[in-house]
């Protein structure tokens, strides 16, 4: 199994971005993805998850109303939507994959397998 970010990049304050995790190689569709990010002298914090079916996400207070994750299960493909970036948004950016039925708060759960991450920085 493989999970593939991308869509990193610069950008001012206020601007937008929109990450892809490209999973493939995984045998079932029921799987749930969760987006994380790390920035330097920080722990890495969970940002966003979609459920295993894509019918409900969560997020980190942080990000709520400014990001928004979908997925395309026929591309098997989860994307982030980034609007309203800040400075404090700067971070490398993984997705991870849960295999199995799961929905709401996954970021303290243990994810099976994770992509290598896509830098994010946001300009003041």
């Known amino acids: 199994l493989q999970l593939q970010a991308s869509g990193g990049g610069l950008v001012q304050s206020g601007g937008s971005l929109r990450l892809s995790c490209v999973v493939s190689?995984?045998?079932?569709?029921?799987?749930?993805v969760t987006w994380f990010r790390h920035a330097p002298g920080t722990e890495r914090e969970g940002v966003s998850s979609i459920s295993s079916t894509g019918g409900s996400t969560f997020y980190a207070d942080s990000v709520k109303g400014r990001f928004t994750m979908s997925r395309d299960i026929a591309k098997n493909t989860v994307y982030l939507q980034m609007d309203n970036l800040k400075p404090e948004d700067t971070a490398v950016y993984y997705c991870?994959?849960?295999?199995?039925?799961?929905?709401?708060?996954?970021?303290?759960?243990?994810?099976?397998?994770w992509g290598k991450g896509t830098q994010v920085t946001v300009s003041s």
């Open positions: 991870a994959a849960k295999a199995g039925y799961y929905s709401g708060n996954l970021f303290d759960l243990r994810h099976d397998y």
């Open positions: 190689g995984f045998t079932s569709d029921y799987y749930a």
